[in-house]
């Protein structure tokens, strides 16, 4: 079972997922995705504004995507990744649609638009099992990743496609007042409990 640990930046992902595979003897897969942003750093990047903006994103979220998606599917069969597919269709679904009120769109940057989602929406299923963690602990800034004040939109945009594309048993959503770490970790093994269960039975 190949299980993501999904959000918006700095939720506690990582840290949440690094402890998820020690308690359960799986392979964490980090995917780092800063090393695709060879020209511009990532708040750089957010800063890009305009049809140049919005086309310089859609190339950087396709050499995303494979990234990724790559590293998911090389990856050992019982392993924890820090991002897939739905995370990088979360961000392009936000930034892109932000850039498209920037400019004068015509009906070809809507196309390339639909197709862009639609290519990253194919790799959905390279992942069995997704927690969506929201907001909630202490916001840390840090040079390499987007800034707070987008953290809670880009939250809803999780939420909302998860539930238009994500089947209901495939995901879970921490709740936003749960932010004690050890609580944390006992929902996530309990629900992956679970998973293993009824995966050993099928």
């Not at 140049?52 to 994103?57: K, N, S, V």
Request: hydrophobic letters at 40%.
């Amino acid at each position: 079972m190949k299980i993501c640990f999904s959000g918006a930046h700095r939720t506690g992902k990582t840290t949440l997922a690094e402890r998820i595979a020690v308690d359960h003897d799986l392979i964490m897969y980090y995917t780092r995705v800063e090393k695709t942003f060879k020209k511009r750093s990532v708040k750089e990047a957010e800063s890009l504004r305009g049809k140049d903006g919005f086309y310089w994103r859609i190339v950087q979220q396709n050499v995303i995507c494979n990234h990724v998606t790559q590293q998911i599917m090389r990856g050992e069969q019982y392993s924890v990744f820090d991002r897939s597919a739905f995370d990088v269709y979360c961000y392009s679904e936000f930034f892109l649609s932000n850039l498209l009120g920037d400019f004068k769109a015509g009906r070809e940057d809507f196309r390339a638009f639909e197709s862009h989602l639609g290519m990253i929406r194919q790799h959905f299923d390279s992942i069995d099992f997704t927690f969506i963690i929201q907001p909630g602990i202490p916001f840390e800034d840090d040079a390499g990743s987007c800034s707070l004040d987008i953290q809670e939109s880009l939250n809803e945009v999780f939420l909302n496609v998860a539930d238009r594309y994500l089947p209901k048993d495939k995901y879970f959503v921490m709740p936003k007042e749960v932010t004690d770490f050890e609580e944390r970790v006992k929902i996530c093994s309990d629900i992956l409990k679970e998973k293993f269960d009824l995966a050993l039975m099928a």
